[in-house]
């Protein structure tokens, strides 16, 4: 089983800061994903990586595949980015079955 | 495209009872799968299915059943339900890319079951 681990658990900011989410993994993967799930339960995608960085809008997603590490960065941060944001490993040997790791949650004070 | 949905929202069930959980997609995916979320642990994996007809267990699949007759429906079934069955529960879907590699996965809003 693939092993995924975010830090921080929690996470307060004030607005217009810079965040920072990691996300380590035990296995060799497939792809790595980002995703956001709002206060009312929503889940979205936000990224998926196999290699270096995606950049959309203020959110940036970096991976390090030798180091087995990803991050997620939002600059300027603002009250609607408080959401819990989840790292999942997709890995084709196990028949592309999704691992998850147990969230970040992130409030921004305005 | 409504993308993915799911019935119903919201259901309270009592000890034994069954219910099913109906996932619709309309993207064409090959892939489905249900999952449970439950406060401090991350999403765990049901079931899923690579392709109409086609069904596999994932993390947690002991006492819940699917079937996937057509490839836009993925259905989840509690035979006896039980309170520790008691979890929001989320449909997702992904497409296949090169390489076989599955690609992002889109989410359904979730049930919420409570059972009694």
């Known amino acids: 089983k693939n092993e995924v681990e975010q830090s921080p658990q929690n996470l307060t900011a004030q607005e217009g800061e810079f965040i920072t989410i990691n996300c380590s993994y035990s296995?060799?993967?497939?792809?790595l994903h980002w995703l956001q799930q709002h206060p009312g339960g929503g889940i979205v995608s936000l990224f998926m990586?196999?290699?270096g960085k995606k950049k959309h809008g203020r959110l940036i997603a970096t991976i390090n595949i030798q180091e087995k590490h990803s991050s997620l960065h939002i600059t300027a941060s603002h009250p609607r980015d408080s959401a819990v944001y989840i790292c999942a490993v997709s890995y084709i040997a196990t028949g592309n079955q999704f691992y998850f790791g147990t969230g970040t949650s992130l409030t921004v004070i305005p | 495209n409504a993308g993915v949905t799911q019935t119903p929202k919201f259901r309270v069930l009592k000890t034994g009872q069954s219910m099913t959980l109906l996932c619709a997609q309309d993207?064409?995916?090959?892939?489905m799968y249900w999952y449970r979320q439950d406060p401090g642990m991350g999403l765990r994996l049901i079931h899923y299915?690579?392709?109409?007809?086609?069904?596999a267990k994932g993390e947690v699949p002991d006492g819940y059943n699917v079937s996937r007759l057509k490839k836009q429906n993925f259905l989840l079934g509690l035979e006896s339900a039980a309170p520790s069955q008691t979890s929001v529960y989320f449909c997702?879907?992904?497409?296949?890319?090169?390489?076989?590699?599955?690609?992002?996965?889109?989410f359904g809003p979730g049930t919420r079951l409570t059972v009694l």
């Open positions: 299915s690579v392709g109409e007809g086609t069904t």
């Open positions: 993207m064409n995916h090959e892939y």
């Open positions: 997702a879907s992904s497409g296949v890319g090169r390489g076989g590699r599955v690609r992002e996965q889109f």
């Open positions: 990586l196999s290699s």
């Open positions: 296995v060799g993967i497939s792809a």
